[in-house]
């Protein structure tokens, strides 16, 4: 499996950014993804998940109410809608697939939020 995060980019405070990662090499129908990040000098976090059975959504507490995760099987892609961001959530960001273990991950793309 293949996994190419995409869209990030520098956005103001209160703006909002659309990143979508692109899957090869399975349908995205039959594994569960997921988003996580990290923020400069601090680990690797949970942002948001959706899974394979009937496309449940979790979210970190941080995030929710403010951003979406979604899939388009038909594009194999997975998406992350970021709405009112914070300069708390600059970070890259990373997609990945197979939960709970998350056995595959892409190359993360880079969001920075300034004030």
């Known amino acids: 499996v293949q996994l190419q995060a995409s869209g990030g980019g520098l956005v103001l405070a209160g703006g909002s950014l659309r990143l979508s990662c692109a899957v090869s090499?399975?349908?995205?129908?039959?594994?569960?993804m997921g988003w996580f990040r990290q923020a400069p000098g601090k680990a690797r976090e949970f942002v948001a998940s959706?899974?394979?059975?009937?496309?449940?959504?979790f979210y970190a507490d941080s995030v929710k109410g403010r951003f979406t995760i979604s899939r388009d099987n038909a594009k194999n892609t997975l998406n992350l809608q970021m709405d009112s961001l914070t300069p708390e959530d600059t970070a890259i960001y990373y997609c990945?697939?197979?939960?709970?273990?998350?056995?595959?991950w892409g190359k993360g793309t880079l969001v920075t939020v300034s004030s």
């Open positions: 990945a697939a197979d939960p709970p273990t998350w056995g595959y």
């Open positions: 959706i899974s394979r059975r009937d496309g449940s959504t």
């Open positions: 090499g399975r349908t995205l129908g039959v594994t569960g």
